[in-house]
């Protein structure tokens, strides 16, 4: 009897590790053979003999993207979104998450149903555009970060996480005659740190891979970000050679350049991902569902 | 009796706004806490609701000195542009691909993340199972225009699957102009996307199970497949249910970004959705007024369904996503 179970197990345990290897390696394979087409020979690229390892070893496609496109302008104007946007959004979000987590603020209802009602009603893309249109914001870097400056969703999280947080610990600060103000800024803001982190992540993230936004709002190709750059170029392949000589020319392909930039677009998400992982998922069970 | 009463009221009126005065000089802070955040709700998700007036009216864009003045002197309608799109073709076409395409990703998808996180569960080999749930998280964090990419490279006309197709003979599958494939794609890339991250939630839930309940099952004889049918499953059922209930609230939500990023002419047939064709008609050809309109509608029946599926929730399981 015990015997037959643990042969069960053992099967059962193999199958197990087997399967989820499988997904792991679903998971992986599409950037490892991306990785490995960015740094491939362009004949190898052509004719499709890369499969996970790159042929030919060279940097042409990552040379061609870092010197002779649009890339690293909207790089930049990608980072500047991504690091003003979170920046932003991370002062108004923790501003609004602080009073709305004391139960005793008068109003407190009326403020948190406006965002839930924010959050639940979309004004639609039409409107959004003529809002943008009308405040003259079309074909600047704002427009893809203000509509993002308070996501209800990740202020509700923090409110969440403020509410738990012990009422005695500003007691001390009360008595000694401190406003709110100080008492966020000295008190909650250190005690909030892991989903100040979490959130910031979520926001970065969301900044950094915008692009309907911008596909709206933007249309100057130097204030293009990255991921509009790239589904430009994915989409209209034969638009990367302009001023190159024959021999960058046998160098490159499209499909190379292609992956190239995919691979430099993700690079930061997947660098800094495994670091903090912990933060996301923090987050995630935190403020999915309210009991 | 009768003046005593009123007195106290008075009194109790007078001591009310003494409290609320003294309330405010205590907590004023607070209120301006709340003004950065409110300036940008108001003019960011508030404003725009003006521009819903678009959806009655046939909005001219050069007929005033600016958006908000061309939307008072544009002529109202009443429900002359519901009346065209509802009767039109095309609304039919993104309505039904909408359902179509979020019905057959709950169906497909929903349970993938359930089984992943009773498979992980029972890992018990630490570091690998830290690898396989590293590995499976990382695609939620990549943009729509990233996998669409990475799918491009795989299973587009010069992608890797053709290569290997032709190599061996076969004739070439372009699954992103195909329209009996495009679907297919969508539902398989959405999977690849957020299955692993899906997965957390029934993670934790599975942790919140009795240990014992295990332990007495392995006394009773019961073998791998009983524990997770008699024990992990019911123990994770409640959240089960919860997240089918609120998935079946955003139905309407068939994956904008995703279809917007990987769609094309070819497959607008299949693919075309409310969101998309609102883009298309209303900015791309600029009929302004059909495209608010429309997105007046979506939002209105999405505001309900999803209301009324976390209300549902709420009585159910006691939980809801506010």
């Known amino acids: 009897m015990n015997y037959r179970i643990t042969t069960g197990e053992k099967i059962f345990k193999i199958c197990n590790a087997v399967i989820l290897t499988f997904i792991g390696l679903m998971a992986i394979l599409p950037f490892i053979h991306v990785f490995a087409k960015a740094l491939s020979d362009n004949s190898a690229v052509i004719s499709g003999k890369v499969t996970f390892l790159p042929v030919g070893l060279q940097l042409g496609n990552y040379e061609f993207i870092l010197t002779k496109s649009m890339f690293l302008t909207c790089f930049r104007n990608s980072l500047f979104i991504t690091i003003i946007g979170t920046l932003l959004s991370l002062f108004c979000t923790v501003t609004t998450a602080y009073p709305l987590s004391k139960v005793w603020l008068k109003g407190r209802k009326f403020f948190v149903l406006l965002y839930i009602f924010a959050m639940l009603f979309y004004g639609g893309i039409i409107p959004g555009y003529m809002l943008m249109k009308s405040l003259n914001l079309l074909d600047t870097l704002w427009s893809v970060i203000f509509p993002f400056m308070v996501v209800p969703f990740n202020m509700l999280v923090v409110k969440t996480f403020m509410e738990g947080l012990p009422e005695s610990v500003e007691e001390s600060a009360k008595i000694d005659g401190a406003g709110d103000i100080r008492i966020l800024v000295s008190i909650i803001l250190p005690m909030s740190m892991p989903v100040i982190a979490t959130i910031g992540l979520f926001y970065a993230v969301t900044y950094w891979n915008g692009f309907f936004h911008a596909t709206m709002y933007i249309s100057k190709p130097d204030l293009k970000p990255l991921q509009q750059y790239i589904y430009e170029m994915i989409n209209s392949a034969n638009n990367i050679n302009n001023n190159m000589s024959v021999e960058e020319m046998l160098k490159i392909s499209p499909g190379g350049v292609q992956a190239a930039a995919i691979i430099a677009t993700t690079l930061p998400i997947i660098i800094v991902y495994p670091f903090l992982q912990k933060y996301f998922v923090q987050g995630m069970t935190l403020g999915s569902v309210k009991g | ?322």
């Open chain 2, 1 to 322: 009796m009768k003046s005593e009463t009123a007195l106290s009221d008075v009194i109790s009126y007078d001591s009310v706004s003494k409290k609320f005065i003294k309330y405010l000089k205590n907590h004023y802070q607070m209120y301006l806490l709340l003004v950065p955040g409110l300036i940008f709700l108001v003019i960011f998700k508030f404003l725009p609701l003006i521009g819903l007036t678009m959806a009655f009216k046939d909005f001219q864009i050069l007929l005033g000195n600016n958006i908000l003045d061309s939307i008072f002197k544009s002529p109202w309608v009443g429900l002359d542009i519901f009346r065209r799109i509802f009767s039109s073709q095309d609304f039919i076409s993104v309505l039904g691909n909408t359902l179509i395409i979020s019905v057959l990703k709950i169906v497909f998808l929903f349970p993938l993340p359930i089984i992943l996180a009773i498979l992980l569960n029972e890992v018990k080999n630490r570091a690998f199972k830290k690898t396989v749930q590293t590995v499976v998280y990382l695609p939620y964090f990549l943009s729509w225009v990233v996998v669409f990419g990475l799918f491009f490279t795989l299973m587009g006309n010069e992608g890797v699957l053709n290569n290997l197709l032709s190599q061996f003979g076969f004739e070439k599958v372009n699954f992103f102009t195909d329209k009996e494939l495009f679907r297919p794609l969508l539902i398989i890339s959405a999977g690849w996307k957020d299955t692993g991250w899906d997965s957390i939630i029934y993670m934790a839930a599975i942790t919140a199970i009795n240990t014992e309940l295990y332990e007495a099952a392995v006394v009773d004889g019961a073998n791998k497949f009983k524990q997770i049918w008699h024990i992990t499953i019911p123990g994770i059922l409640p959240v089960i249910i919860l997240m089918l209930i609120l998935r079946v609230g955003y139905i309407l939500n068939a994956g904008f970004e995703q279809i917007f990023a990987m769609y094309n002419p070819a497959v607008y047939d299949v693919a075309d959705i409310i969101d998309t064709y609102i883009y298309r008609k209303g900015l791309g050809q600029m009929d302004f007024s059909l495209g608010t309109a429309l997105g007046l509608f979506n939002s209105v029946i999405a505001f309900v369904l999803i209301t009324s599926c976390n209300f549902i929730s709420r009585k159910s399981t006691g939980k809801g996503i506010w």
